[in-house]
């Protein structure tokens, strides 16, 4: 009973991090290795120790790769940290309300008030918004193949043992 308890506790939040490839407030990459790690602890499944530390290594560096992309894509092109929050809060708001396309939509759209609130002109405050927006679609997508790599060795781990 607990060994099964254990395995659905891992595959919810194998799911939960997958979901946090794209809900900023969902550590993805933490959250995959998490359902990883309680699986390898049930006594029917294990994991090589490289393997872990291959994969705790590449949850951390992701985590921290993706907290600077979104800040580097706005600096490059010439944006604020209001830009930034921005495209993290129209990402947000983009997912709940307008499903799927808000994915991409919101981003770029909160960069762009939030640069155009920050009493910049149109062209420069676009051009910044595109960079904010480049740079969370470039975290969430390392962090979408992280958490798909993850789920796949524990499904191939669950059922091809």
């Given amino acids: 009973m607990a060994e099964g308890l254990l395995i659905a506790l891992s595959m919810v939040l194998l799911i939960l991090g997958t979901l946090g490839a794209f809900l900023p407030v969902l550590p993805g990459p933490p959250l995959s290795f998490a359902g990883m790690l309680i699986l390898h602890f049930t006594s029917g499944y294990s994991f090589s120790g490289k393997l872990l530390v291959i994969f705790g290594l590449l949850a951390a560096i992701i985590t921290v790769v993706d907290l600077v992309l979104p800040v580097y894509g706005t600096k490059r092109t010439g944006g604020s940290k209001r830009g930034m ?10 997912i709940f309300f307008f499903p799927p396309a808000g994915i991409l939509v919101g981003p770029f759209v909160g960069a762009l008030v939030a640069e155009l609130s920050n009493n910049q002109d149109l062209k420069p405050a676009t051009r910044a918004a595109f960079g904010s927006l480049l740079g969370l679609l470039a975290g969430a997508l390392l962090k979408l193949i992280y958490s798909l790599a993850v789920v796949w060795v524990c499904l191939r781990l669950l059922f091809f043992g």
């Fill in 85 to 94: 929050y921005g495209a993290a809060l129209g990402l947000v708001a983009g």
